[in-house]
Structures are given as C-alpha cells and as structure tokens.
C-alpha cells in the first residue's frame, strides 16, 4: 500500500507555468511506474504522462507532448510533473498513480490500483 499526495497546484494565467509534485509514503514508489492524468467535470479521467519505475521510459498523450514533462526522485519518494505554457483548456483536477504494471496504465486497460486525491490546476485567461 503507498500513499500518494499532490501538491503544486493552483491559479495562473494563460502562459505560465506550474510543477505539480505527488510524495508517496507508506512505500517505496520505485517498485512502481507511475503517471499523472486530469479530469473536468463530465469527462473521463485522461492520463497525461507515464514513467517506468527507473525512469528510462517516459509516455506522454498527445495533449501533454511538448509542454509538459514527467520526472521522478525516487530518493525523495517523489513525482513531479513540470506544466509549461498553460492553457485555459488545462484547468483540470490533476491527479498522480501508482502502478505495479505500468503498460495497464498506458493501455488503458485497467484503473492504477493507488491514486492520490488531486490538486486543482486553474488556468485564466
């Protein structure tokens, strides 16, 4: 069981930028791969960003390819995902997950078994 807690969100204007963090305890996140997704009201939770448990691998979807960059500390127990010239259209409740089994989360084919609570992005503009 690991325990994850996003941080970093928050109100900006079209343009800038922001770097979400999520910290795990409970667990040592490098026995996971980990993603950050997001969702609106109405609409379902999309994956963004995806990491195996070293590092060496990274996904990004095709909203996510070229502003925004997955990284992880795993001595830090640590997640971050750096967001760069944000758009309205990214206002979004931004969300990490942890996987045993990273390719389930980049298929799509079965939910992360460990998420944390979210933090709200809000971009004006």
């Known amino acids: 069981q690991v325990n994850l807690v996003e941080s970093g969100g928050g109100l900006v204007q079209a343009g800038a930028s922001l770097r979400l963090s999520c910290t795990a305890s409970g667990g040592n996140i490098s026995s996971y791969g980990m993603g950050w997704f997001r969702q609106t009201p109405g609409k379902e939770r999309e994956l963004l960003a995806a990491?195996?448990?070293?590092?060496?691998?990274?996904h990004y979807a095709n909203s996510a390819e070229g502003r925004f960059t997955i990284s992880r500390d795993n001595a830090k127990n640590t997640l971050f995902l750096q967001m760069d010239s944000l758009k309205p259209e990214d206002t979004a409740v931004y969300y990490c997950a942890a996987d045993y089994n990273l390719n389930r989360m980049t298929s799509g084919l079965g939910a992360p078994p460990f998420w944390g609570q979210g933090t709200q992005v809000t971009v004006s503009s």
């Open positions: 990491i195996t448990w070293s590092g060496g691998t990274v």
